[in-house]
């Protein structure tokens, strides 16, 4: 069983400018949520995609994009890049709308560093 | 908002004593806590949970207590070992809600 996988480990951006972060959700989950970490915090919730469709969202304003595919892969986009969007990205999968005690377990993968400029 | 709240950002305890990390909470629709590790390189990984119906729950080495009246938590880890050195964090969901929220962390330093 594979587990979460994120792409890039890292990468560097300048102010201005846009990125996309990639999830691969562990092998039969249906429901990815993404957060961000900033130094020193924990992390903070972006947005859930259920099944291709967005399912909530945090407090983030809408340069903060999301799309789930048919496999349930997903990625996360940022637009006009700010030097305060630099950050640990979490993506997490779970079988199910994780959520209270649905005991829908959310598997976290290994984050994305990314470094605005 | 701070809904979630760890005061302490590090603890160091000596091994085979009793790590105690602790989390208090100011949203009363909190109704399921969880407590999950970090290890650098890596994303967190969960540890134990506990619904609000429930004051304690245990696993191994670990258990967890909800006191509701107080919005606390608390984790044990006893007894402590070097392997248990990571950031701790706490987290919280709400009733209806698909939003976890998070403390920002307490960093356990086991020492040999």
């Known amino acids: 069983e594979t587990g979460v996988t994120q792409s890039p480990t890292h990468l560097i951006k300048t102010r201005g400018q846009q990125v996309t972060l990639r999830c691969s959700s562990q092998?039969?989950?249906?429901?990815v949520s993404w957060y961000q970490q900033a130094l020193g915090q924990g992390p903070q919730f972006i947005f859930q995609?259920?099944?291709?469709?967005?399912?909530g969202r945090g407090n983030f304003p809408p340069r903060f994009s999301g799309l789930q595919f048919p496999n349930y892969s997903s990625e996360l986009n940022v637009n006009a890049l700010e030097l305060d969007d630099s950050a640990l990205y979490l993506c997490?999968?779970?079988?199910?709308?994780?959520?209270?005690?649905?005991?829908?377990?959310?598997?976290f993968g290994p984050g994305t560093r990314l470094t605005v400029l | 908002d701070q809904q979630v709240k760890q005061n302490s950002p590090s603890l160091s305890v000596q091994e085979g004593r009793i790590s105690i990390l602790n989390c208090d909470y100011t949203?009363?629709?909190?109704?399921?806590f969880l407590w999950y590790k970090k290890y650098p390189a890596e994303g967190p990984t969960f540890l134990i949970s506990?619904?609000?119906?429930?004051d304690k729950n245990e696993d191994g080495r670990f258990t967890v207590f909800l006191n509701k009246s107080a919005k606390h938590l608390s984790l044990h880890i006893v007894p402590s070992q070097p392997g248990d050195s990571a950031v701790y964090f706490c987290?919280?969901?709400?009733?209806?809600?698909?939003?976890?929220?998070f403390g920002a962390g307490t960093r356990l330093t086991v020492k040999p």
């Open positions: 092998s039969g989950h249906n429901t």
């Open positions: 995609y259920y099944r291709e469709e967005e399912n």
């Open positions: 997490a999968s779970s079988s199910g709308l994780a959520g209270g005690s649905s005991g829908n377990e959310q598997f």
């Open positions: 949203n009363s629709m909190f109704d399921y």
């Open positions: 506990i619904s609000s119906i429930k």
């Open positions: 987290a919280a969901w709400g009733h209806n809600n698909n939003d976890m929220r």
